[in-house]
């Protein structure tokens, strides 16, 4: 009677593989799905060709011209002309050569980037402060500015 125990044991080890055959029967049904995507893309593909042979003889690209504002020589204060001169400049080129004096002077934080340490200098320019940012920074040069 123990040998019929034993037998019995060993049924439940088949069911495992029984599991296996499953999986396979997932596989075929992945793939009808697949057919369907890919005519799909193909009818999308010519839809997208169309527009892109229009696009390019639309207009040739203009020439930016720098806004006039921008372009104004102004007259740097006092405490503003001991970085970049005391003659009339743009603020475009004030502000290009506020930057040349924070990366010659090592002057941008080495975590946040866009942020200056104020030295002596640049601290009067920035009104007392130790730490601007680099928006704030323009902002503050702004106010040096006369016309």
Avoid: H
């Avoid at 999986?23 to 009818?43: L, M, S």
């Avoid at 934080?109 to 340490?117: A, F, H, T």
């Amino acid at each position: 009677m123990a040998v019929t125990k034993k037998a019995a044991s060993k049924t439940p080890a088949k069911k495992p593989a029984a599991k296996k055959a499953a999986p396979a029967k997932k596989a075929p049904a992945k793939k009808p799905a697949a057919a369907k995507k890919a005519p799909a893309k193909k009818a999308a593909a010519p839809a997208k060709k169309a527009p892109a042979k229009k696009a390019a003889p639309k207009a040739p690209a203009k020439k930016r011209t720098p806004n006039a504002a921008f372009m104004k020589p102004m007259t740097p204060t006092e405490v503003l002309s001991g970085i970049v001169g005391s003659l009339p400049l743009p603020r475009t080129e004030v502000v290009k050569k506020v930057w040349n004096y924070i990366k010659s002077n090592k002057l941008q934080d080495e975590i946040n980037k866009r942020l200056i340490n104020a030295d002596e200098k640049l601290k009067a320019v920035f009104g007392g402060k130790k730490q601007v940012s680099m928006f704030e920074m323009t902002k503050l040069i702004n106010k040096q500015l006369k016309p």
